[in-house]
């Protein structure tokens, strides 16, 4: 009832509007106190760099965000700050899975945007700095390489940090006809998938090198998560039968064994035995999937306890024992997560319940979360203490899907793109 008496009352161009201009006081606040580095800190009003020197995170990660709500001007002082000041000659190692989707994804995105070959240069610069990871003796990527030497470490890796490559190095082979980006990428997706147990689930921890599971816990969530999603949108996006194939194998397991009622939770991927009754923030991505995948009818129950989950405390939590409601994991990092599936099925099926769920995430958002300069990160949802961070992904992620579920379809065509896992917009015009 009080979804369905909220949904009357969403306005959703007027909310648009203000998601819009929620993006202008953060980026505003990041220009004052952050201009030229990685990420601001709202509280202290002062800048981080992740690895002591700037790799200019949130104006690439937030260009194309700034794009599609038509912030010329920003976009404009954002993209000029990346040409003039971006350069990846560090003697730094840096985690591959983040650069990739961020950095590499946003350059992507922003070159297919507007045009603009240098953006492209840049990716292809990027993309041959990381190659080295995949130069392990399984082809699943290391964790860690420095972009000046190329050296490689962190043999420990993980389902999303192996499978969630192939969008962006895929679309970057397709864009510089380097077949080697693609290649490597879904070789790596491919040794991974081959090391699934006998029903059909990958574990939490495989060591690259030697191709053996140290964790075989399997769910949906952080460390799994976008290995599934990138299974499906590979398929999507370059049309691969191969990846189809992992996909429908994938995600029928994933269903028969790691669903529990209308939840997902942990289970052993050798048995599908349930080990914990837990899900969160990260795992608030899978109704989008399941929508896309058209499983409707999963996508909208899982949705719905998703939002059972946000409304417990006014924000959603990191981690919540479903079977007892209590809270396990209580920060809220301002993930985009529950709102990326409310978006996804806004469009998908047209229920302005999908609206009205947007904007009581919004509404907590703005009562929770922001600042005098811009918004930070919750450490505690149950008493709203507050960190000291405002995550480049609030501005490429969060806002995004907030502003793109509020606005009419003819922002973005949502059938001519395929969202990596930042949400950035990857666009099949090779």
Known sequence: MFLAALAFAVHSTALADQVRAEFLHSWHAYEKYAWGHDELRPLSRTPYDWYGQSLLMTPVDALDTMLLMGLNDEAAKAKALILEKLSFDKD?????????????????????????ERLLGLADDLGTRLLPVFDSPTGMPYRFVNLRTGKTSGTKSNPAEIGT???????????????????????????????????????????VESGEWISRRSHIGGGIDSYYEYLFKCARLFGDADCRSMWETSIRAVNKYVQDGDWYGEVDMDTGKVRKPEFGALQAFFPALLASGGDMGRAGRLEASCFRMW????????????????????????????????????????DPLYSAMGRVFFDSLMKCC???????????????????????????????YLYLLFSDDNILSFDEVTFNTEAHPLRRTW
């Open 311 to 350: 409304l417990l405390h006014g924000t959603e939590p990191e981690a919540l024992d479903y079977r007892t409601m209590r809270v396990t994991g209580r920060a809220y990092p301002l993930r985009p997560e529950i709102i990326e599936s409310a978006y996804y099925l806004r469009h998908f099926t047209h």
């Open 92 to 116: 730094i190692s840096v985690q591959n899975f983040e650069v990739t989707i961020r950095l590499l994804g946003g350059l992507l995105s922003a070159s297919q945007m507007t045009g603009d």
């Open 165 to 207: 490559l192939i969008l962006e190095f895929g679309t970057l082979s397709k864009l510089t006809h380097k077949p080697v980006y693609y290649d490597k990428a879904k070789n790596a997706l491919v040794q991974l998938y081959n090391r699934r147990s006998k029903i059909g689930l990958v574990g939490e921890e495989i060591d």
């Open 370 to 400: 922001r600042t005098g300069d811009g918004y930070t990160v919750l450490r505690n949802v149950i008493t709203g203490e507050k960190g000291d961070l405002m995550p480049s992904y609030f501005l490429a992620e969060t806002l995004k």
